[in-house]
């Protein structure tokens, strides 16, 4: 029983943060109609920001807000410097939809070469803030220690203020009717080039939390070529796919059925399987429904 609940346990962690990561995909997606592969090297970027912050003031929060700041600045500063004139002069042609994908590609390696250049090709740690001791039940650890707790809350946090502005406020609507519908909403009065910018910075402090709560979920060490970031990117864009690529919500369930699914295979199948299990998965989900658990199904266009 206690196995069975460690298990649930820790899919629920991980499926949190790869739910961050579909989001920050997500966003970008609507926004753009671009699956930004750069997004590992943005929320890489943003968590060597916090570790510089932490290791200046010493507060892991503090860090957390500031790189969830950068994170968002730095994609902006892509969207509105390279991938806005990118799009203007791929608009046609035969590989009008291909080539800002390869670009995204092409970021993440400047993006991981330029970390290397900046603060070397070592190791660092950033000493998680709480305990990753589990918590525990009579004679029993749990594997869910403060720290996963701490994790859980400020990806939830998150989700609901993402679902606030999305929901409630006039930023929400403007993005849905750019991502929707850019010419009608332009007619509107709607600024499509300075919202799909937003679009992108949202993703970039989502991205940005994910990469930093990631390394706070094992021994709080990474460097540029850490497979961890590479294995988020990977994560999060199968789980936005399993939600739903034009929808939130979809993305928070996307990232929390993978997260528990990985956590069962390789609690009580294979270890081995572990690298396998998302593709599965997602083989399964387009399959059965090709849109997403959330997504629409679009007619076929004459």
Do not use: C
């Not at 859980?152 to 609901?160: F, K, P, T």
């Amino acid at each position: 029983m206690i196995q069975f609940i460690n298990t649930i346990l820790i899919g629920f962690t991980s499926g949190a943060i790869y739910a961050l990561m579909a989001m920050a995909i997500v966003l970008v997606w609507r926004s753009t109609r671009v699956i930004n592969f750069a997004q590992a090297g943005l929320a890489l970027a943003s968590a060597y920001i916090g570790y510089q912050v932490v290791q200046s003031i010493s507060n892991y929060w503090v860090a957390l807000i500031i790189a969830m700041f950068a994170g968002a600045a730095l994609s902006a500063l892509i969207e509105i410097a390279f991938m806005r004139l990118l799009l203007k002069h791929t608009s046609s042609g035969p590989i009008a939809s291909v080539a800002p994908i390869i670009a995204t590609l092409g970021l993440l390696g400047i993006i991981k070469a330029g970390i290397a250049m900046i603060w070397g090709g070592q190791y660092v740690v950033v000493k998680p803030p709480l305990s990753n001791t589990g918590f525990s039940i009579g004679t029993h650890t749990l594997v869910f220690s403060p720290m996963k707790l701490a994790i859980v809350i400020s990806v939830a946090s998150l989700v609901l203020v993402f679902s606030l502005i999305f929901q409630k406020t006039n930023i929400g609507l403007a993005l849905r009717a750019s991502a929707f519908a850019p010419e009608i909403a332009r007619l509107a009065g709607v600024k499509v080039d300075l919202v799909r910018t937003l679009g992108w910075a949202l993703s970039g402090a989502a991205g940005a939390v994910a990469g930093l709560l990631l390394t706070s979920n094992g021994n709080g060490s990474f460097s540029p070529e850490s497979m961890e970031f590479s294995l988020l990117l990977i994560s999060g864009f199968i789980a936005a796919v399993i939600g739903g690529l034009e929808s939130l919500v979809g993305a928070v369930i996307g990232g929390l059925v993978l997260g528990l699914v990985t956590s069962f295979v390789l609690m009580y199948i294979s270890g081995s399987l572990f690298f396998i299990a998302p593709f599965v998965v997602l083989l399964i989900v387009l399959f059965i429904r090709p849109q997403g658990i959330i997504g629409v199904k679009v007619g076929r266009r004459a």
